[in-house]
């Protein structure tokens, strides 16, 4: 376990010099987030599922995951998630933002609510890191912690990309 982690931080080290003399500029960009959380796929980035289970019945998840940057380093940010199958059907509003922190380091925090049959508040902050793919996108490994009725540690990655 050492071992991976000490990998781990190694690569994280190394892949932080690259592309640091880039001239791409990220104020006045548009955010699109794609990816999934490791624990849950509900409310993750944005993107489109639909799945037939064991018994047959028709499970679809639409999220949708995007902001403005507003500066260099800060996007404004809302998300929207719909589950539905199997006679349940869930709703996802969250408002907030994206920092990015030495413009490397997404901070990421986000409020808004759940909706089924009640409305359940909802907070989730995390931090990650982005490894540069390209000039406008990242591939952002992330931990956090998500906040209905309980707090649950949230693993997640994606793919930021400014449009």
Request: glycine fraction near 12%; include cysteine; proline fraction near 2%.
């Amino acid at each position: 376990m050492k071992r991976l982690l000490f990998f781990f931080c190694l690569f994280l080290a190394s892949s932080s010099s690259f592309g640091q003399d880039s001239e791409f500029q990220r104020k006045g960009r548009f955010l699109v987030e794609t990816g999934s959380g490791l624990i849950s796929s509900f409310g993750g980035g944005t993107g489109f599922q639909f799945v037939v289970n064991e018994y047959g019945d028709n499970l679809t998840n639409f999220n949708f995951q995007g902001g403005y940057f507003v500066s260099e380093n800060l996007a404004l940010k809302a998300q929207y998630g719909n589950f539905s199958g199997d006679g349940i059907s869930f709703q996802s509003f969250q408002f907030g933002a994206k920092y990015y922190l030495l413009g490397r380091i997404p901070l990421n925090g986000t409020l808004g609510s759940i909706r089924s049959n009640s409305s359940t508040f909802v907070a989730n902050f995390s931090a990650g890191y982005g490894i540069k793919l390209a000039d406008n996108i990242f591939l952002e490994p992330a931990i956090g912690i998500l906040y209905a009725d309980s707090p649950l540690l949230e693993l997640s990655w994606s793919f930021s990309m400014f449009l």
